[in-house]
């Protein structure tokens, strides 16, 4: 593909990546060479990251709609970009957990970390950084008028389908899931997955309790051991198949 | 009943009120003169707040108990003291909402204050103040081991036959309850409702939207409108009618 040119438009700038307009409902996710974390407060270069987090991200997506569930993902635009469909996103972040970790064992410090969860607890949360995305009751967003009373146990369901192929996945690469984020959109047929999946959205243990996402981050602050970990994860699963 | 002697041996010192040991199994409630807001940032003397408070827990509890409700409640012990069963207390705090307020409208801005609740929201939050008692998952009591599976549902109808016989209660006296806070303990035959029910841990307001709960303070500083509220209160409800 073309390389990107500052014509353009910018759509959207999160702290991971912007999004461009590219043509009739479509656009480019282009992700930045930065990792930051604490909502921020930490923030450093990391060159390569934005390309294996598209490649990532990209091979993730096609893994799900292999399970025949829908997401923004079009192709793999090459490098640090992937090209995908405008849809209307839900300011909600939506967090299944098979093991307590993070902010779960912070809320509630009785908990054990890594403790398994049976079933796997859905969280949705508001997405607010000035807020520090806080957890909701599930109810919140059907009284927010965010969500309608039947979408509730559709996004619930749709979660769980995505952690039974991001799980199987990622187990037979002698990876642990432990956690990940998404986020949903939803078009005229019903939701779909956007965003992003990759290092910095899931939690990925091997069986010596080593991580392979942005825990190595938060915990040594180094962007090489980063960087290590997210070049074995894209190792581990693949190159994207679906160029553009 | 005999004046408190200092012998009474304190079982434990809240902000609003101490328990001390009262023969097997039975202990004194002994309400504070004070009040504070904003997880004890702010505090301040309010002489009589003890006795309102006492009076009106006792009151309320004999309500629930007319609606075969149990709790913790044996007689009022006149002033600020309430004869109360020990029962071993779950470390969390039951909120029910039956109008959008306070902590709900923060987390989730787009939520339109005093919006109505269909069906009411019951919130479980772990009680910490160090941690600002926070919003927990519905299954987080149950991945920590607070509760057990069935006693999920459970304590979700106590908290709703609590709200109706207190919504209702107000409601013959001209206010709405917004919002409550309950906690909850179980002996042998299941659970009973315990502490304080006030207008420290319930949100009433009037036709006009006037407050006669602690927003008072919260929005004043000012005990003295405090404790007109509270007076008042009491007055509504009545005396309580099992004295000791």
């Known amino acids: 593909m073309a390389p990107l040119s500052g014509a353009l438009r910018l759509l959207y700038e999160g702290k991971s990546k912007r999004i461009y307009a590219a043509g009739p409902g479509e656009a480019l996710m282009v992700f930045k060479d930065e990792v930051t974390a604490f909502n921020g407060r930490y923030r450093d270069e990391a060159p390569?990251?934005?390309?294996?987090?598209?490649a990532l991200t990209s091979r993730m997506f096609e893994l799900l709609e292999s399970y025949g569930i829908k997401t923004h993902y079009i192709c793999y635009a090459g490098g640090n970009a992937v090209k995908i469909r405008l849809a209307d996103v839900i300011p909600l972040e939506v967090i299944v957990r098979n093991y307590v970790y993070g902010s779960m064992?912070?809320?509630l410090p009785l908990l054990k970390e890594m403790d398994k969860l049976e079933p796997p607890v859905v969280e949705l949360h508001y997405?607010?950084?000035?807020?520090?995305?806080?957890?909701?009751h599930p109810r919140d967003p059907v009284a927010a008028g965010i969500l309608a009373e039947d979408e509730l146990n559709a996004i619930e369901d749709l979660a769980l389908r995505v952690n039974n192929a991001l799980s199987s996945f990622w187990r037979d690469r002698g990876l642990t899931l432990v956690d990940f984020k998404i986020e949903v959109a939803r078009d005229n047929s019903g939701f779909m997955v956007v965003d992003e999946i990759t290092g910095d959205?899931?939690?990925l243990i091997d069986p010596e309790g080593r991580h392979y996402d942005k825990e190595v981050y938060r915990r040594t602050r180094s962007t090489e051991l980063l960087l290590q970990s997210y070049v074995r994860l894209?190792?581990?699963?693949?190159?994207p198949s679906r160029r553009c």
């Open 127 to 136: 997405k607010d950084d000035r807020l520090g995305d806080p957890l909701l």
């Open 201 to 203: 959205t899931m939690r």
């Open 48 to 54: 390569g990251k934005g390309a294996y987090s598209a």
């Open 105 to 107: 064992k912070k809320r």
């Open 234 to 239: 894209l190792e581990a699963a693949g190159n």
